[in-house]
């Protein structure tokens, strides 16, 4: 499993912005980078693909997620993602930033935080038109010769950009980001479990932190996700298990506690309980991944 700490930097088009953006591939990205890239790896930034003409099939969290014309896939720091090889008639465009980049934008993005846990974004005709216009100022802005790059014009894009997307990712499942307050209680559900993931909180803990009584978060939770808080948590749990098995060498003993788990064999019944496998099954299957 690669790691990528440090290799936007390596690959950044803005001297004092962690930011690349990329049209149908015209910009080079050295061999090295370009070989991490097509393996399994461990975002340490966030990254998002428009096809703008074309399909594929890209791999986030161990899920294929396939995208056509006008959407968009993507994936958040910590998540293990794979390239497919490029496609000589596809169209695209690539931008990825990090975490302090995206501190510089004047709002937040609830999309960012995926509650649907969907990867993707299908735009409108109008929204796809709109957002290939935004990329394409943003190519420009970032590689045009002997013009100095203005950082605020650039934030000013991003943010923009990012707004399309967020529009579009509630858009498409139907609801308003901004005034339904049930969709607000199930993010800020989401950002306390990711915020103290491996302290093995209970239900009615984070119910009091979200001003909440037990059974209406309950309400909340399985409405979006179709799961309990406490399905939702564990499975949350399994899945970071996941993540570290690609990518780490600890024994079932060391993940099971760095998960927060007292009782390791508690923890080997409950992920092949989540997973249908056995923890050992499971690296038998995708340990080795990077060298197909």
Same mark, same amino acid.
């Given at each position: 499993?690669?790691?990528?700490?440090?290799?936007?930097?390596?690959?950044?088009?803005?001297?004092?912005?962690?930011?690349?953006? @990329?049209?149908?591939?015209?910009?080079?990205?050295?061999?090295?980078?370009?070989?991490?890239?097509?393996?399994?790896?461990?975002?340490?930034?966030?990254?998002?693909?428009?096809?703008?003409?074309?399909?594929?099939?890209?791999?986030?969290?161990?899920?294929? *997620? =396939?995208? #056509?014309?006008?959407?968009?896939?993507?994936?958040?720091?910590? %998540?293990?993602?794979? @390239?497919?090889?490029?496609?000589?008639?596809?169209? @695209?465009?690539?931008?990825?930033?990090?975490? @302090?980049?995206?501190?510089? !934008?004047?709002?937040?993005?609830?999309?960012?935080?995926?509650?649907?846990?969907?990867?993707?974004?299908?735009? =409108?005709?109008?929204?796809?038109?709109?957002?290939?216009?935004?990329?394409?100022?943003?190519?420009?802005?970032?590689?045009?010769?002997?013009?100095?790059?203005?950082?605020? *014009?650039?934030?000013?894009?991003?943010?923009?950009?990012?707004?399309?997307?967020? +529009? /579009?990712?509630?858009? %498409?499942?139907?609801?308003?980001?901004? +005034?339904?307050?049930?969709? #607000?209680?199930?993010?800020?559900?989401? !950002?306390?479990?990711?915020?103290?993931?491996?302290?093995?909180?209970?239900?009615? =803990? *984070?119910?009091?932190?979200?001003?909440?009584?037990?059974?209406?978060?309950?309400?909340?939770?399985?409405?979006?996700?179709?799961? #309990?808080?406490?399905?939702?948590?564990?499975?949350?749990?399994?899945?970071?298990?996941?993540?570290?098995? %690609?990518?780490?060498?600890?024994?079932?003993?060391? !993940? /099971?506690?760095?998960?927060?788990?007292?009782?390791?064999?508690?923890?080997?019944?409950?992920?092949?309980?989540?997973?249908?496998? #056995?923890? +050992?099954?499971?690296?038998?299957?995708?340990?080795?991944?990077?060298?197909?």
């Amino acid at each position: 499993m690669q790691e990528t700490k440090g290799l936007l930097d390596k690959i950044k088009h803005h001297d004092k912005l962690s930011l690349t953006v @990329n049209e149908n591939c015209t910009i080079a990205i050295p061999n090295d980078i370009l070989q991490k890239l097509l393996q399994p790896h461990k975002l340490a930034h966030y990254c998002f693909v428009f096809l703008d003409q074309g399909s594929e099939t890209y791999k986030v969290d161990l899920q294929d *997620i =396939t995208i #056509s014309d006008g959407q968009i896939v993507f994936g958040s720091p910590n %998540q293990i993602f794979l @390239n497919p090889l490029k496609k000589e008639h596809n169209l @695209n465009y690539k931008i990825a930033f990090d975490e @302090n980049t995206l501190a510089l !934008l004047p709002t937040s993005y609830p999309f960012l935080l995926d509650p649907f846990n969907s990867k993707k974004i299908t735009f =409108t005709p109008d929204a796809k038109q709109r957002v290939k216009s935004i990329f394409s100022n943003l190519f420009q802005l970032l590689h045009a010769t002997g013009k100095p790059k203005n950082t605020d *014009i650039i934030l000013a894009h991003l943010n923009t950009l990012l707004t399309e997307f967020n +529009s /579009a990712y509630f858009e %498409q499942s139907n609801w308003d980001s901004i +005034s339904n307050s049930r969709l #607000s209680k199930y993010i800020a559900f989401k !950002l306390a479990v990711e915020t103290n993931l491996t302290e093995q909180q209970d239900v009615h =803990t *984070i119910a009091e932190k979200l001003a909440m009584t037990t059974s209406s978060l309950y309400g909340v939770v399985k409405g979006f996700s179709g799961v #309990s808080p406490k399905e939702w948590m564990t499975n949350r749990l399994m899945l970071e298990a996941q993540r570290k098995l %690609q990518y780490s060498t600890l024994s079932v003993k060391e !993940l /099971a506690y760095e998960l927060g788990f007292n009782d390791p064999d508690y923890f080997s019944r409950l992920f092949k309980k989540s997973t249908g496998k #056995s923890v +050992s099954a499971f690296l038998a299957d995708h340990h080795d991944l990077s060298s197909n």
